[in-house]
């Protein structure tokens, strides 16, 4: 298997939805490739790292003015 | 991680209860849908406006219009992807407003060929996280993934932040699955790389 024949399977490496096979010649390749290795740890870091932010807070007091702006509206018909 | 537990084909997702009780006038139980799904709304609109007043605006008129369309709720997809649907619209004619008139589309922008293939590879620190305050690790996230085409950004910020499947961003951004597979592997990509630039490892340092 070939770098770019890996990085074609990457996305479906990282969300599991490879087959028995395939995962195995991809393990087979990351064993002699550092290369590919570092790119799927560091890609799945990547993944991880966002979910695990939260990078636009909706702070408690903007959350209650337009909660209550909306229900309002809602309770008008809107 | 936090993973998603997909619903049982006959178990009914406790939203289409919710969405039954505000059809017969239960004006309560849209504040509970309101409150359940209000940050990812104003994440998802953030991350398409880039702009704080207009993500609020997002906000309040993407549950407005969901609120007056329920009725077109056909119930054959979640209620959170067809909302998510709406609050993807909604941030798209803000951002087309801003730029008065100017044609605005989850196209725009993807013509490049950076991030197909990996060039930076250095490995990453252990815990790179940690040599940030929370404050300038937010700044660097915010300002790396703002670098993003859009039509990348918005492919990564619906599969991968907010956990909606392939198929249902396909479905939310009238894409092709396809479309979506690629634009997500460049987007991981792209951002991986960039991230580079602040969490690799250091020369010399061992873990």
Redesign the interface.
Known sequence: MTC?EF?AQ??EL?DDSVTAQMRADLQEHLRGCE?CE??L???R????????????D?PAG??DR??K???E???KG? | ??TIQPIAENEQHPDIALVERVRAGD?AA??TL??KY??QV??IA??ITQNRED??DV??DA??KA??KLDQFQGNSKFYTWLVRIAVNESLMRLRKRRTGRMVSIDEDIETEEGS??RD????APD??QNYT?AE??EI??KT?QGLPQGFRVV?VLR??EGLSTEETAETLGLSVPAV?SR??RA??Q??ER??RY?RKKKGAEQ
């Open positions: 770019t990085l990457l996305d990282i290369h570092v790119t740890s560091t890609t870091k990547t993944i991880e790292i966002y979910r695990s932010h939260e990078i636009y909706l903007l959350r337009l909660h702006a909306i229900m509206r809602c309770k809107c | 991680m936090a004006v849209y504040d309101v409150r209000d940050r104003f994440r953030q991350h993500a609020e906000v309040q549950f407005l609120y007056e293939v990996p590879l250095a490995d990453w790179p996280e929370q690790l937010a996230l915010r993934i990564f991968d932040v597979k997500l592997l991981r990509l951002l991986r991230l580079t969490f």
